[in-house]
């Protein structure tokens, strides 16, 4: 293996627990050296099982699963060099802290001295130093769930797996811990997998997210890309709050589509991923990209909408609108005095670009990532 070689390989991967339904569908992934990347999906999207063959606790029904170039399908769990992150914590009750560190250094017969250091070490990187002594049950939440951490990192692993470890904890604490393990993977550059169903922890964490729907990666990128360039209407519903506008391709140009979104409502959008004339598409259209009352002539999509409800969040205001046929249609507002006026019921004209409205798939029959 060279260092520009992927560390992890999926390879044609399916999954089925009971022979007959796939859970996962020929998977094929690469995780590369010293990147932090996020599998999200919903739950029973096959996240969890992913992660699960990877670690060495569930064997994969068809394909190859490579680690460092050698296929490990075969090898047991304790011999893959890889650490695990649970969302139980999964600590030893009966156990000091720090005996809960030393235990993988047990299990690899390392000698007193190294532990000790080892030990050290990792107390010190999760801000835990002097509490070694203590058990697992005088410890809070994140401090246990930092101790998981530290004793998945203790023994050096080529890489480190976490399955929603922070899904027990509440938000403060689970920000916290965000930016806690965000620093920790960049001090020390390992590789790190992490599952989870909650976008904005994979929006912070992760230099690439897969995105699972149904056993199929939908899209694969960095945040910034899924965000501002989802590739079907799955993606775009679930990264980000999301608008959808719903119709007909009734204009193909290529680059761009006309959409009739409303009986006579033609929308102008960019083409991503639609058939031609006749086929039906969602516009996915973020809340920020919406213009309230433009100015004349700048925009090419403009509508006329009436103020449904209006939501102070302090920095912005979370809008309503009826439009193009839907109720639930959101723009957020910046706070400023210009648009204090509006109020509910007000009719107030809103637009946006082409270039931020894309036309995609139907969802829920997305079309899955190649």
């Known amino acids: 293996m060279n260092g520009d070689d992927p560390l992890v390989r999926f390879v044609n991967i399916q999954k089925s627990y009971d022979g007959e339904t796939l859970v996962i569908k020929n998977l094929n992934l690469n995780v590369e050296n010293g990147e932090f990347l996020t599998i999200l999906g919903p739950s029973g999207s096959g996240k969890t099982t992913c992660l699960l063959m990877l670690a060495g606790f569930e064997p994969a029904t068809h394909g190859e699963i490579y680690l460092k170039d050698q296929p490990i399908n075969r090898v047991p769990p304790h011999k893959r060099g890889i650490g695990m992150v649970f969302q139980n914590y999964a600590l030893f009750p009966h156990m000091t802290v720090a005996e809960n560190l030393a235990f993988p250094l047990d299990v690899r017969g390392m000698s007193k001295s190294e532990k000790t250091e080892k030990v050290k070490r990792a107390l010190d990187m999760v801000q835990l130093g002097g509490y070694g002594d203590r058990q697992p049950a005088q410890l809070s939440g994140g401090q246990q769930q930092r101790v998981a951490v530290a004793r998945s990192l203790i023994f050096d692993p080529d890489l480190v797996l976490m399955d929603e470890p922070l899904g027990a904890l509440d938000k403060n604490l689970r920000e916290q811990m965000q930016y806690e393990i965000k620093s920790i993977h960049q001090n020390l550059g390992i590789t790190m997998v992490y599952v989870t169903h909650d976008q904005s922890i994979a929006l912070t964490l992760s230099d690439r997210i897969a995105v699972f729907d149904n056993g199929i990666i939908q899209q694969c990128a960095a945040p910034?890309?899924?965000?501002?360039?989802?590739?079907?209407?799955?993606?775009?519903?679930?990264?980000?709050?999301?608008?959808?506008?719903?119709?007909?391709?009734?204009?193909?140009?290529?680059?761009?589509?006309?959409?009739?979104?409303?009986?006579?409502?033609?929308?102008?959008?960019?083409?991503?991923?639609?058939?031609?004339?006749?086929?039906?598409?969602?516009?996915?259209?973020?809340?920020?990209?919406?213009?309230?009352?433009?100015?004349?002539?700048?925009?090419?999509?403009?509508?006329?909408?009436?103020?449904?409800?209006?939501?102070?969040?302090?920095?912005?205001?979370?809008?309503?609108?009826?439009?193009?046929?839907?109720?639930?249609?959101?723009?957020?507002?910046?706070n400023s005095a210009v648009h204090a006026a509006i109020s509910e019921g007000d009719e107030v004209k809103i637009g946006w670009k082409v270039e931020d409205c894309r036309a995609v798939d139907v969802w829920p029959c997305p079309t899955p990532h190649s």
């Open 224 to 334: 910034d890309v899924l965000y501002e360039q989802p590739e079907n209407a799955f993606v775009a519903n679930f990264i980000g709050e999301n608008n959808r506008l719903i119709g007909t391709v009734v204009e193909d140009n290529g680059d761009t589509v006309k959409v009739d979104v409303n009986n006579g409502h033609i929308v102008e959008a960019k083409k991503v991923n639609v058939e031609g004339i006749g086929s039906r598409s969602t516009l996915s259209l973020r809340p920020e990209r919406v213009v309230v009352d433009p100015e004349p002539h700048s925009l090419p999509n403009v509508f006329l909408a009436k103020t449904k409800q209006l939501i102070y969040l302090g920095d912005h205001i979370r809008t309503r609108f009826s439009i193009c046929g839907t109720d639930d249609f959101i723009v957020k507002i910046p």
